[in-house]
């Protein structure tokens, strides 16, 4: 299944297919050039030495350590480094191989290395498939603020291979599904109702499924709205309260768990709040936010700081009127929180 995205000059196909790892070489691999497949030491190494096989050898890999804390400068230079002791030129590619992190990170890198080179992605976690994969946003964190430096830097292809998903623990699993459920909730209620009407964790072959409607309505957002200048914020319901959570819990929780937190506050009425916390509930996901918050003022800390989104004390977020039917809104930090009850 190919799914293209359309953005003029920048576009580029989304390949879903079981052994699509397998099928990327031949699309990136050019005569005598050099790739950078770029991954963190969380990736099995199966996967990495599969991809470095069929790229032969022009291939060259970079593995950084797993998680959020490594999306920094000095990883990005060690990226960086690599390629221009190894001689890459404007010709070579950067191919990120795992999950969000190493998307974000090896997309800036191809974004940054001689003002600019091919990147492609190759996902390996339910939620960098569904999402991050998808829409040409890069970047590293800085100073504790999440994607502070970064650009759009669309791919060149994305290749998803759904069998990539089987190492993966289930808590990743709805960790992943989470984001898909939000495409869902806000964009597609086809989608909505594929998660409300079946068990889909006792069922991993309607996962293709999802990972296609999700990807889809992902991608008609971003052929509208590619710099996030205004629709493209749609992208974030649950996310501002749900990324004030995450950061005020350190690392126990994972970002679907964080945003699946997030969600049922912004939901308008109390029986779409209800509708939505049982479906996430369905996914293996809790609502009940009041667990995971020992202190509302290290929320309410965090959202002040969300740069991102404030604008003149009021920070935006998107309020979910009905499936498939939602509004953005202003609302101050003190709002957002009151809602958590
Ligand atoms: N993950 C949100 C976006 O791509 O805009």
Known sequence: MIIPVRLGEASYDIEISRGAIDLAAEKIMKKDRKVCVVTDSGVPTEYAERLLASLGNGAILQVFPQGEANKNFDTLQGVLRTMLEAGFTRSDAVVALGGGVVGDLAGFAAATYMRGIDFYNIPTTLLSQVDSSVGGKTAVDLDGYKNMIGAFWQPRAVFIDPDLLATLPSRQISNGLCEALKMGATSDPELFELF???????????????????????????????????????????????????????????????????????????????????????????????????????????????????????ISAVLLKDIGSFEFVKLTPEELIERLD
């Open 196 to 314: 409300e009407s079946n068990d889909v964790l006792a069922k991993p072959d309607l996962i293709e499924e999802i990972i296609i409607k999700a990807i889809t309505a992902k991608r008609d957002v971003v052929e509208i709205d590619e710099r996030e200048g205004g629709l493209r914020k749609v992208l974030n319901f649950g996310h501002t309260l749900g990324h004030a959570i995450e950061s005020s819990c350190g690392l126990s929780l994972l970002h679907g768990e964080c945003v699946a937190l997030g969600i049922p506050p912004m939901c308008e009425s109390a029986e779409l709040k209800e509708r939505l916390a049982k479906t996430l509930g369905n996914i293996g996901l809790d609502t009940d936010a009041a667990k995971y918050i020992s202190d509302k003022n290290t929320v309410l800390e965090a959202l002040t700081h969300d740069k991102k989104s404030a604008s003149g004390g009021k």
